[in-house]
């Protein structure tokens, strides 16, 4: 029997993102009589945990800053070690910082290297360098960040990230939400899922669910905290305008929580937002469709290609604080119409947006490159 090819993913974070997420998912459903997954990580923290229960082997490097050249030397050192030691066959970059690391690493060791755009980069000396590793194959993960690395002349393939539909059908029951949460049975929810950055678009968020009267009946959850040390004085600035606008009656913010807790009260709610300034994907936007919960966005560009206006959701312009409250007040006031955007949603979402499909071209790729 043949032995399945290590393919060895470089994480340069120990927590969990919507990158990280999508990479635990590819390693739910990947084919591991073809593929064996691999991660090294750039630094510690509680994606380890989660490695360990996957079964995945888990490399942990010293942590360092990419500004400590001579740090960054030994860990690409260490890395091309890992690969001959181990018998890497291929490196996988989950990110663009992360392939300096595995770009360098995968030439050291004389073996291939896939990579993983999750963005379009700002311009600049660091971007343009990072551009200039060679690699066999980038995944870009929507046609904004396609059409960018194919300007910097990269052989890409675009692959929507999956959502993980087995994982959603089961979320922790409204029950026990309501009673672990403290949340109003009694109320609508409204919720929102994303790591608190002030970009993802939560003050905007708490501001939509201040412009409802609180005869509406409408309770606001902001599920998700601070991420990779960014803005970690969001939250307080998210609590003190919800104490300014007076809803700290009528908003719960969770923080972060299990991901069963997560699908629980994105299933549960009768409608999520998403108004993010900048949006490539939106993998809560995905789940919240795939559990049949309709959405409002701003009209970035992953939730443009997530949602069809009018049938499963609604894009507003982005920015706009006053579309964001009437195409709100709009849905609240139609709970009828919402199960029928819901029911739409599911099927359009785990149709379009499904993890087998995800695992399936990304392991295309690995054949095709690995194959010369």
Not at 146 to 158: I, L, N, R, S
Not at 313 to 335: T, Y
Request: charged share 20%; net charge positive.
């Amino acid at each position: 029997m043949k032995t399945p090819a290590k393919i060895a993913w470089i994480s340069c974070v120990g927590e969990k993102g919507g990158a990280e997420v999508t990479m635990l998912h590819t390693f739910r459903v990947m084919d591991r009589t073809r593929f064996h997954p691999v991660v090294v990580q750039l630094r510690p923290g509680p994606l380890s945990r989660e490695l360990k229960e996957l079964e995945v082997d888990n490399y942990v490097l010293t942590e360092h800053r990419m500004r400590n050249a001579w740090a960054v030397a030994q860990a690409i050192r260490q890395i091309a070690s890992l690969a001959k030691q181990h018998h890497f066959a291929l490196l996988h970059s989950n990110g663009f910082r992360a392939h300096v690391y595995g770009g360098l690493g995968a030439w050291k060791a004389g073996i291939p290297e896939v990579w993983t755009g999750h963005t379009a980069e700002v311009p600049g000396i660091s971007t343009q360098a990072i551009l200039a590793i060679p690699t066999r194959q980038v995944i870009a993960n929507c046609p904004r960040t396609a059409q960018f690395f194919e300007k910097a002349g990269k052989p890409t393939k675009m692959i929507w990230p999956g959502v993980n539909t087995s994982q959603l059908d089961r979320g922790t029951s409204r029950a026990e939400l309501a009673a672990k949460y403290q949340l109003p049975a009694d109320r609508h929810w409204v919720s929102m899922g994303a790591r608190l950055q002030r970009f993802k678009g939560q003050r905007e968020f708490v501001r939509a669910i201040a412009s409802l009267p609180a005869a509406a009946g409408i309770h606001g959850i902001v599920i998700g905290g601070s991420l990779f040390g960014q803005e970690n004085d969001y939250e307080r600035e998210l609590r003190a305008l919800a104490v300014e606008l007076q809803v700290t009656d009528r908003i719960t913010f969770t923080g972060f929580i299990p991901d069963a807790d997560v699908a629980g009260l994105l299933g549960a709610s009768s409608l999520t937002l998403h108004p993010a300034h900048e949006e490539d994907f939106g993998l809560a936007v995905a789940e919240a469709q795939a559990l049949g919960v309709p959405t409002i966005a701003f009209a970035t560009v992953g939730p443009s290609a997530i949602i069809e206006e009018g049938r499963t959701g609604s894009l507003v312009p982005i920015g706009d604080q006053a579309a964001l409250n009437q195409s709100l007040a709009k849905a609240v006031a139609h709970p009828e119409q919402l199960k029928e955007l819901g029911r739409a949603a599911r099927e359009r979402s785990r149709r379009l947006f499904s993890i087998e499909e995800h695992v399936h071209q990304t392991q295309e790729v690995y054949s095709r490159v690995l194959a010369g």
